[in-house]
């Protein structure tokens, strides 16, 4: 069905580069994680939640400007 795997790093730079190259027409932002998990990982809704959706839309909007950013969100 057209689906591929990479594993660009999650970083500003990784994220322009890898939406550079293939010009989505939609970005979904489904990054979260949960109290309990952040308590053992270290991983915070700062960091997280947060923190990766904003590499990631600043990217979109850098590199691939056309792009929807779609943000999906869970509460509770």
Do not use: H, N
């Not at 057209?2 to 010009?23: P, Y």
């Not at 970005?27 to 959706?53: N, Q, W």
């Amino acid at each position: 069905m057209g689906a591929e795997v990479r594993c660009d790093a999650w970083t500003a730079e990784g994220m322009e580069t890898l939406l550079g190259d293939i010009q989505p027409q939609l970005v979904f932002a489904l990054l979260g994680t949960t109290r309990k998990r952040g308590k053992t990982s270290g991983d915070t809704y700062e960091t997280v939640d947060y923190g990766l959706t904003k590499v990631l839309l600043d990217a979109t909007v850098k590199a691939s400007p056309d792009s929807r950013f779609v943000y999906l969100s869970s509460a509770g």
